[in-house]
T-cell receptor
């Protein structure tokens, strides 16, 4: 089941630079997209979300972009900080599915000081 | 900030034994979920629960699994006769309702190890 794909298992950036994490999906019924951050031995922590009626949502250093025609979303973190180092999961849900989340495999972000 | 709490953090059980994983969702939330993550794999949906009944379950959630909200605060996942392949991290999540823009909030998980 590859409905949500994060093709980069890892990403390394310098502190202060922009981090861009990417996610692709195949299910056209998805209408709500979320990014979660996960530290080792902790559960996923909600970061930011976007509904399919928007193409951008911003919250502080975090911005999510949605390109519905390409079935692609991305998370931008700027400026990146060492504390942002974690696994980032893209997730999606579809109306009528009881909002169960379908997750990608995650991308390990490392921000180097 | 309110959070979802899960106990125990780690459970070791012999194959064939029953196990109960416990969760306390955020107090004003109405929708509850269980997910699992087998080592090296994706987080997978197991079941959603609303108004004291299962609203959706995945293919993984077979007759060996059950969920219950025994009182106003706890939400449990029971595996009746555990198998080696049940070894995974189990995450509980809750959300206020099903309306859009209501993210699910996750607990820190229970690591289940089946011997």
């Amino acid at each position: 089941d590859q409905q949500v794909k994060q093709n980069s298992p890892s990403l390394s950036v310098q502190e202060g630079r922009i981090s861009i994490l990417n996610c692709d999906y195949t299910n056209s019924m998805f209408d709500y997209f979320l990014w979660y951050k996960k530290y080792p031995a902790e559960g996923p922590t909600f970061l930011i979300s976007i509904s399919s009626i928007k193409d951008k949502n911003e919250d502080g250093r975090f911005t999510v972009f949605l390109n519905k025609s390409a079935k692609h979303l991305s998370l931008h973190i700027v400026p990146s900080q060492p504390g942002d180092s974690a696994v980032y999961f893209c997730a999606a849900s579809a109306r009528g599915s009881n909002y169960k989340l379908t997750f990608g495999k995650g991308t390990l972000l490392t921000v180097n000081p | 900030e309110p959070e979802v709490t899960q106990t125990p953090s780690h459970q070791v059980t012999q194959m064939g034994q029953e196990v109960i994983l416990r969760c306390v969702p955020i107090s004003n939330h109405l929708y509850f979920y269980w997910y699992r993550q087998i080592l090296g794999q994706k987080v997978e949906f197991l079941v959603s629960f609303y108004n004291n009944e299962i609203s959706e379950k995945s293919e993984i959630f077979d007759d060996q699994f059950s969920v219950e909200r025994p009182d106003g605060s706890n939400f449990t996942l029971k595996i009746r006769s555990t198998k080696l392949e049940d070894s995974a991290m189990y995450f509980c999540a809750s959300s206020p309702d099903r309306a859009i823009n209501q993210p699910q909030h996750f607990g820190d998980g229970t690591r289940l190890s089946i011997l």
